[in-house]
T-cell receptor, first 115, second 113 residues
Framework: GAGVSQSPSNKVTEKGKDVELRCDPI?????LYWYRQSLGQGLEFLIY????????KSGLPSDRFSAERTGGSVSTLTIQRTQQEDSAVYLC?????????????FGPGTRLTVL | GNSVTQMEGPVTLSEEAFLTINCTYT??????LFWYVQYPGEGLQLLLK?????DKGSNKGFEATYRKETTSFHLEKGSVQVSDSAVYFC????????????FGQGTRLTINP
């Protein structure tokens, strides 16, 4: 698989439950991003990982959201005590490295529905 | 903070019509500018980009020119096809730091045969 992959593709959960969303970036890409696409807010940045540097968490909407990236590759976005407003498509993207105009390659997304 | 404003949609055109989707931005410094496209049932993909003033990005017959004086990056195509039906997003990224993308709200384009 040459592209960014995400799992699951769809997740339905009940309000108050925790969920984990997974992202496998393109091999060799050191930068990894999470975004959220929702009807009310459009596409918004959540968090960024670059190599071994501390992540940029400035886009996380609340402390219920967290993410980690293990071994500089796979990333997991965790949402605790889900709320209905968390319903959205969660997109992961990766890029080769920092640099002007580096293209970000997006995965197909995980559609999260909180009932 | 940085922001992107796009022409509101939806936009419906006939095949072979001329397309313009307006995009303006607000940013500190000199961002890089992008157009991303989301075809039905597919993920976001880069359509074209420009990294400095007066650069023209082009791909698949689409063009956009980085206009610093008007802070704009309008998308144009001379003759659209049914296969161009998609949602188009204008975006910018800072040249420093995380280089995260800031997106416009998206414009849904439908081309009728």
């Amino acid at each position: 698989g040459a592209g960014v992959s995400q799992s699951p593709s769809n997740k339905v959960t009940e309000k108050g439950k925790d969920v984990e969303l997974r992202c496998d970036p393109i091999s060799g890409h050191t930068a990894l991003y999470w975004y959220r696409q929702s009807l009310g807010q459009g596409l918004e940045f959540l968090i960024y990982f670059q190599g071994n540097s501390a992540p940029d968490k400035s886009g996380l909407p609340s402390d219920r959201f967290s993410a980690e990236r293990t071994g500089g590759s796979v990333s997991t976005l965790t949402i605790q005590r889900t709320q209905q407003e968390d319903s959205a498509v969660y997109l992961c993207a990766s890029s080769l490295a920092q640099g002007t105009g580096n293209e970000q390659f997006f995965g197909p997304g995980t559609r999260l529905t909180v009932l | 903070g940085n922001s992107v404003t796009q022409m509101e949609g939806p936009v419906t055109l006939s095949e072979e019509a001329f397309l313009t989707i307006n995009c303006t931005y607000t940013a500190t410094g000199y961002p890089s500018l992008f157009w991303y496209v989301q075809y039905p049932g597919e993920g976001l993909q880069l359509l074209l980009k420009a990294t400095k003033a007066d650069d023209k990005g082009s791909n698949k017959g689409f063009e956009a020119t980085y206009r610093k004086e008007t802070t704009s990056f309008h998308l144009e195509k001379g003759s659209v096809q049914v296969s161009d039906s998609a949602v188009y997003f204008c975006a910018l990224s800072d040249r420093q730091g995380a280089q995260k993308l800031v997106f416009g709200q998206g414009t849904r384009l439908t081309i009728n045969p």
